[in-house]
């Protein structure tokens, strides 16, 4: 046996391929991966499918508008997808429960007019920011109460509570906008420091949307608050026998998005230097925020999301409205394409993970 072993083997290996001299690096008897190899990976990562239509509609509307790459409308498109990452960073959590949070377009609402009321009492800036930031924590711990306690369906509790807080930011502020405290000018001519940082600096929403994207990715993918949040997701009952506390992280979760969603709207009205009680923009904010992590590649039936790909989900959405906008598209039919091009963008998501797992359509 051992002559029979060694002698094809010693063939062999005095035949096998040696390493081309232009290539050093490369392993004796592998070929280098092939272009629709390194396409075929890329596609394979969860985010891949949306990378690959976010980086065609850039290319699309950089070939039709000429003004598309440049760095006013690098500055101009930040307001469109940095304020959405954040949002739907947050309200990834949920999703991964299997839940959904619809009160965020209220803290969004809501968190300005608590911030102006205190900062018009007499307390400083930062302190009236951490202060409104912790109401918004608070309503965020009731929906998660109210759901994993109580037991009550997260689409109607975060949707009374949508009500209550879009009401209640109408009721304080008398349906009428008020200067944002901080945000005004300064004797030189100049933005104060508390607005750069919270929002009306150029690049502030994108450094906070950066920070926040990956703390929370590394939180999601390396920490036992996120394993236990995709174990919740995927099998709540299971968890609960392996000693998860299911209602705990529950609690958590929607305390973050609720804290998410605040942070946001104090941001954007700083940077707008005005606080406007409008429950419709709100709204469609909430909504924008759910698809950006849906078309990211965050299931809404739970147990399976990523944080990088809402960033790149807003940043798709972002891109098409700014586009659709550089091309002079009329604003009534903003909401149309967008429409549209989410229904092709989650079209491809899920070929994309039906070819992943390897099923076909029965």
């Not at 039709?64 to 409308?73: E, G, I, P």
């Not at 959904?100 to 009236?128: C, E, Q, R, T």
């Not at 409104?132 to 998660?144: D, I, K, Q, Y």
């Not at 008398?174 to 030189?188: E, L, Q, R, S, Y």
Request: hydrophobic fraction near 55%.
């Amino acid at each position: 046996m051992a002559g029979v072993a060694g002698g094809p083997a010693a063939a062999s290996s005095e035949e096998a391929p040696t390493t081309p001299a232009g290539d050093p690096g490369q392993a004796p008897g592998v070929s280098p991966p092939t272009r629709n190899a390194l396409l075929e990976r890329a596609l394979a990562l969860r985010e891949g499918s949306i990378i690959v239509v976010t980086l065609v509609t850039a290319i699309y509307f950089s070939l039709n508008t000429s003004s598309f790459f440049t760095t006013a409308n690098f500055k101009t498109l930040l307001p469109y997808f940095a304020p959405f990452a954040i949002l739907a960073a947050g309200e990834v959590f949920v999703m991964i429960l299997g839940e959904i949070d619809l009160s965020i377009g209220a803290m969004y609402l809501f968190a300005p007019f608590v911030y102006y009321k205190l900062a018009s009492a007499g307390i400083p800036l930062v302190p009236s920011v951490i202060l409104a930031l912790m109401v918004c924590m608070a309503v965020g711990f009731a929906n998660g109460f109210f759901v994993a306690v109580i037991g009550i369906n997260s689409f109607v509790t975060t949707l009374a509570m949508l009500f209550t807080f879009e009401g209640l930011a109408l009721i304080i502020s008398h349906g009428t906008p008020v200067a944002t405290p901080g945000a005004g000018i300064t004797n030189g001519g100049h933005i104060s420091t508390f607005a750069k940082i919270f929002g009306g600096g150029v690049y502030s929403e994108l450094i906070w949307a950066l920070a926040i994207v990956v703390i929370l990715q590394i939180v999601l993918t390396f920490s036992r608050w996120g394993v236990y949040t995709v174990a919740i997701g995927s099998n709540k009952l299971g968890a609960a026998e392996a000693g998860v506390r299911v209602r705990l992280v529950m609690i958590r979760n929607f305390v973050l998005c609720s804290l998410t969603a605040g942070l946001v709207g104090i941001f954007e009205a700083v940077r707008a230097a005005s606080v406007q009680p409008d429950p419709a923009g709100a709204n469609e904010i909430l909504f924008l925020a759910v698809a950006a992590g849906v078309i990211g590649g965050t299931l809404l039936t739970g147990g399976s999301g990523t944080v990088v790909g809402a960033l790149i989900g807003a940043l798709f959405l972002g891109i098409l409205k700014d586009g659709l906008i550089l091309q002079g598209v009329n604003a009534n039919y903003l909401l149309f394409y967008t429409g549209l091009a989410i229904i092709v963008a989650m079209t491809v998501n899920v070929n994309v993970q039906r070819a992943r797992r390897g099923t076909h359509r029965g």
